[in-house]
């Protein structure tokens, strides 16, 4: 998906009163709960991987984590603490602040947002929850001198932790939570055409969509429509009936607000009551997200972050400064009550629903998902479409606003206002970034750097512990260059000699590799030296041996350690000098690399290990730095 595709944000409906449809066959409980099932392909449901709980809170692993997969996982609920109480590390986060403060300002023109509410945890534990910048600093935008205009000081309004800001495409997860809810009680089927729960979205070629395509935006329905250029409700949903898909059902990825606009008209017609009800009855009353809505009351304006002076060309309404009431001009037009956009949130409360998918759908004493169900919405159902993942309403491993977050289970989502959502169950973490980024126009703020910026600070937070040694060579996260780790020469004098060393990768693989390297020349020439390597650790994906033919990892290694072995013995006629080369080209980046207990051995002898003194002080390390985390 795209900003841009935000940027064309469509309409949700405000059908209300529909009659319900019953005698609807879902997916079983069983179907939910793992195994494999196949959806146009072959898709693996394989369990993922939420992080084991420990006790202690100041190792790797947090304190007041959940339990593993599957099961009943502890009902964590959160608390403010201390980064050391979350188990991470407190100087990433406050760079994870100092970053966002700088977005602030020319970013790279005007800023990228007027402020912002920062949020972060692991386990039960909020260890950082700050706001910046104004939630209202801007009185108007001036378009012909393309800025905005300021506020005198004592008028502007400050962010603050308890900020509510509108959620833009967010919204779009809470629709996903609720059409999961129906599956789970078998009124609505993810494989059944959209159409037998809602004829009239038959029309025009749309027949064949599922319920699946719907939510994994593989429906081939165009990014948006104007809805709000039609005065009447009975003129929106003509259009909507009439839309032909630009693409065939199930061809491609094409990213749409029509998708969640038909599921919330699904999710009205089959349950009799409109959307707003449902997302308060059935997941913010339960989980006490009190300061989470449709259409805030004029009691909450005080409390809401400004939008956009929305007025023509730019916009499609004219309605002047935009401040507690829906930005999404087709969810305005619907009565703020959409299916893809509309609901109004904080930060503490999305961390509560962020909290409650990491224990496996519950929070405290409320259950709103099955953990079977959790895990069907974070698996991947578009592996036909690499670079497009996505479970049911989430995205999947998106570097691109997640950062060094991103894992093939992370998920999340953005807004085109400046929010966005992220949790990734290997580490038990949940990041959440709303800034109010079309304040005071849409057209300043482009691109995602202040999101994937935090997720880069959050992942550097979450300690990576030493296999064996009391540091490991952390070979950092720029994100564009190299850096290399260089053994000296070595004599290769025998028919078995082997390079081990424990390895840890997590990398971008459009952007970065780690390669293995040898010279014959003492480092005048060099060439890729194939390896294998194993995990050291449960948790690796893949318990076998992987064969590296070409000298490099790229991507998630399982963020474990791995046992690396590399034959060196047809290098016996020059000898070798061996270097890890760690190449970034920017600008998405993951976690970086990491390599500990290297040793080189032969029959009889060690030619060379990294935990003599001597051996150490020959290592040459350019970018590369010894790290205990």
């Known amino acids: 998906m795209t900003e841009d595709a935000e940027a064309a944000a469509g309409a949700g409906s405000g059908s209300r009163g529909i009659g319900r449809t019953s005698g609807i066959s879902g997916i079983s409980r069983r179907r939910l709960g793992g195994g494999v099932l196949a959806l146009g392909g072959a898709l693996a449901l394989a369990p993922v991987p939420f992080a084991q709980a420990t006790g202690g809170g100041s190792g790797g692993s947090p304190s007041g984590a959940t339990g593993g997969q599957g099961g009943e996982r502890r009902r964590t609920v959160l608390r403010h603490g201390t980064p050391e109480r979350a188990g991470l590390l407190p100087g990433p986060l406050e760079r994870l602040v100092t970053d966002a403060e700088r977005f602030l300002g020319p970013s790279p023109t005007h800023p990228w947002y007027a402020g912002a509410v920062l949020l972060a945890g692991r386990g039960g534990t909020v260890a950082l929850h700050h706001p910046i910048g104004w939630a209202m600093r801007y009185s108007a935008y001036d378009e012909t001198t393309d800025t905005g205009v300021e506020l005198p000081p004592g008028q502007r309004i400050p962010m603050t932790r308890e900020t509510v800001f509108d959620l833009a495409s967010v919204s779009k997860l809470f629709t996903a939570i609720l059409a999961v809810r129906r599956i789970e009680r078998d009124e609505l089927e993810l494989e059944a055409p959209a159409a037998r729960y809602l004829p009239e979205f038959g029309a025009a070629g749309k027949e064949g969509i599922t319920v699946r395509q719907l939510l994994t935006h593989t429906s081939g329905l165009r990014a948006w429509i104007p809805f709000h250029r039609e005065p009447t409700q009975e003129g929106r949903l003509r259009m909507l009936w009439a839309e032909v898909p630009a693409k065939p059902p199930g061809s491609a990825y094409l990213y749409s607000d029509l998708n969640l606009i038909a599921l919330q008209l699904i999710l009205e017609r089959i349950s009799g009551r409109p959307l707003d009800a449902l997302l308060r009855d059935e997941i913010t009353a339960p989980l006490g997200m009190r300061r ?42 619907f009565g703020g009550v959409a299916g893809h956009a509309g609901v109004f949130s904080s930060a503490f409360d999305l961390a509560v629903l962020a909290r409650t998918l990491l224990n496996g759908g519950a929070y405290g004493r409320a259950r709103i998902l099955r953990p079977e169900s ?138 970065e590799s780690l390669t293995l390297e040898g010279s014959p020349d003492g480092g005048a020439t060099w060439r890729p030296v194939p390896f294998t390597t194993v995990p050291a650790e449960d948790g690796g994906e893949g318990q076998g041996p992987a064969d590296h033919a070409d000298g490099s990892v790229t991507g998630w290694s399982g963020r474990v350690w791995h046992r690396l072995t590399a034959d060196l013995s047809g290098w016996r006629a020059t000898g070798v000098r061996l270097r890890w080369r760690y190449a970034a080209a920017g600008p998405a980046t993951g976690r970086g690399a990491y390599v500990d207990t290297i040793r080189v051995t032969e029959p009889g002898r060690t030619v060379f290990d990294a935990s003599r003194p001597g051996d150490a002080a020959r290592i040459t390390a350019d970018g590369w730095v010894p790290s205990r985390d």
């Open 292 to 333: 989470t809505r449709f259409n805030p009351p004029a009691s909450w304006k005080p409390f809401i972050a400004a939008t956009e002076d929305s007025r023509p060309p730019w916009s499609g309404l004219d309605r002047g400064l935009v401040r507690g009431e829906v930005h999404d001009e087709n969810a305005h037009a």
């Open 374 to 511: 959790v895990e069907l919405m974070l698996t991947d159902f578009n592996t036909a479409f690499p670079g497009d993942e996505h479970g049911l309403g989430f995205e999947l491993n998106q570097h691109w606003f997640m950062g060094a977050l991103a894992t093939p289970y992370t998920a999340g989502h953005t807004g085109f206002t400046g929010t966005s959502l992220v949790i990734d169950p290997t580490t038990d973490t949940f990041l959440v970034v709303l800034g109010n980024s079309v304040h005071p126009v849409r057209r300043w703020r482009s691109g995602s750097a202040p999101r994937a910026t935090a997720g880069g600070h959050l992942a550097r937070a979450i300690p990576v512990r030493p296999f064996r040694s009391r540091t490991a060579w952390f070979s950092g996260t720029a994100s564009s260059g190299a850096g290399t780790l260089t053994l000296p020469v070595l004599a290769v004098g025998a028919a078995r000699t082997e390079l081990r060393c424990a390895l840890w990768w997590d990398t971008e693989p459009a952007t």
